[in-house]
């Protein structure tokens, strides 16, 4: 009797993994940033949440029924992609600017494109950086929380004054802070209140294997090992390295935009490569650029280079010809 072999398409190692529960555990790992900006900026960042998240899943349904197509909005990425976004505000916006921040992640960053999966920039950050170019003034003005022997401040982030204000490097690397007080609340946008929050969602989203490390570590050791370089040759060039990494948007960026799934390499080696690069531009902007962030311009320009970085950063196939066992 003939055995019969069945032949079936890739992927052929399957998992229960699927697209709603990765971005609910990415929520889930954001909550307690979440949580710790509400308590420190009050209701009407409850309020920003709210609109933008809404605002991206009814943009999205919406997108979807004029196309003709069956609404994504049940993966929870679009819901995501709105939390992402709202993060990246300043804790005060208005929320009209919000709003067209959320169009210009969903509409244009993503759906446009074909929708998830397709979108060849992080939405998020294409939302944000569309804001940050349109509305200057109001991207970059903050109510910070108080910490150590500085009272609360409004304006620039501790990044934004030592950009406008050269002298302002040396009293900022000299300043008696609290560090341990500054990596469980800091100023900035919504998403950068609290550090060690961060660093947490990070590290459960690893041990949930959502993300690798690879991104991560190599986008922040980079920016740590050329802001330390440039500080110790000459500290009035850039605040410290430690300043660099729990001020901004640095570990939002590295740990929950950088390493979505359609926009970042697909292979280890790849994923070095784009983390190494995210950081130089990420520390260029930040020392000798135009903007005290540069995060998000960092990662949208290496997003464009991830099918180059593919193409080139990937294993060869077993068997090949080419292949080198040792």
């Known amino acids: 009797m003939k055995q019969l072999m069945n032949v079936t398409f890739a992927p052929h190692i399957r998992s229960s993994m699927d697209t709603f529960k ?8 954001l909550m307690p940033s979440v949580i710790i900006s509400i308590i420190n900026y009050g209701l009407y960042s409850l309020t920003l949440y709210a609109v933008c998240i809404i605002s991206a899943v009814l943009l999205e349904h919406i997108f979807c029924k004029i196309q003709g197509k069956k609404t994504t909005i049940n993966d929870l990425s679009a819901a995501l992609t709105g939390l992402l976004l709202a993060m990246t505000l300043p804790p005060h916006l208005p929320l009209w600017t919000a709003f067209i921040g959320v169009f210009f992640s969903i509409v244009v960053g993503k759906m ?11 939405p998020a950050l294409t939302g944000r950086m569309v804001l940050l170019v349109s509305f200057p003034a109001l991207m970059t003005s903050f109510n910070m929380p108080a910490y150590s022997n500085i009272d609360t401040l409004s304006g620039a982030t501790m990044l934004g004054s030592a950009k406008t204000d050269l002298s302002a490097y040396g009293i900022i ?18 998403g950068e209140i609290s550090p060690l929050a961060l660093i947490l969602g990070g590290i459960f989203l690893m041990y949930k294997k959502i993300i ?20 110790n040759i000459d500290s009035n060039i850039t605040i410290s390295s430690y300043n660099h990494i729990i001020s901004g948007g640095l570990l939002l960026g590295a740990i929950y935009m ?21 950081g130089i531009l990420t520390t260029v902007i930040r020392v000798y650029g135009g903007y005290p962030e540069g995060v998000g311009f960092a990662v949208l320009i290496m997003n464009a280079f991830t099918p180059l970085i593919d193409k080139f950063f990937k294993p060869k196939v077993f068997g090949d010809r080419d292949e080198q066992l040792f």
């Open 22 to 29: 990765i971005m609910l555990f990415v929520i889930l790992a």
């Open 112 to 122: 446009v494109f074909g929708g998830i999966g397709q979108n060849p920039f992080n």
């Open 173 to 190: 690397n000299h300043i008696n802070i609290d560090y341990h007080q500054l990596l469980i609340s800091t100023g900035g946008s919504l």
């Open 212 to 231: 690798s490390w690879h991104i991560p570590v190599s986008f922040i050791g980079t920016v740590f090992i050329l802001t330390l370089i440039l500080n």
């Open 258 to 278: 950088a390493t979505d799934y359609s926009t970042s390499p697909m292979y280890w080696s790849g994923k070095v490569i784009f983390g190494i690069g995210c």
